[in-house]
């Protein structure tokens, strides 16, 4: 069956940098779209990055801050998060859907199939 097992959260404190890492298995990787997510209790889980057809795509409040990569031969996707704010305190989940997903839907949770179990990320002010 298909995982997505995320790892490299933790805590940092504000203005510094993490790298996030999903692992897929089960499923043909590179024919994929991969998406990052993010929820804080009590809010619906919201758009962070993704990679659609070898096109990123990125939520404005990390623009310039945080990088989507992805190595098809490691069936890994990577989130780079520099300048770390207190407000990217949450659970950040990876995401797998269709690699014929439509850019418009890259941004919508439910576009994809596949879910990790999160992973806790904590800013310190």
């Known amino acids: 069956q298909v995982q997505l097992v995320e790892s490299g959260g933790g805590l940092v404190q504000a203005g510094g940098s993490l790298r996030l890492s999903c692992t897929a298995s089960?499923?043909?990787?590179?024919?994929?779209?991969m998406g990052w997510f993010r929820q804080t209790p009590g809010k619906e889980r919201e758009f962070v990055a993704a990679w659609n057809g070898g096109v990123t795509y990125y939520a404005d409040f990390v623009k310039g801050r945080f990088t989507i990569s992805r190595d098809n031969a490691k069936n890994t996707v990577y989130l780079q998060m520099n300048s770390l704010k207190p407000e990217d305190t949450a659970v950040y989940y990876c995401?797998?859907?269709?690699?014929?997903?439509?850019?418009?839907?890259?941004?919508?949770?439910?576009?994809?199939?596949?879910w990790g179990q999160g992973t806790q990320v904590t800013v310190s002010s």
């Open positions: 995401a797998a859907g269709p690699g014929s997903l439509y850019a418009s839907r890259s941004y919508r949770a439910p576009s994809y199939n596949y």
């Open positions: 089960g499923l043909t990787f590179s024919n994929y779209t």
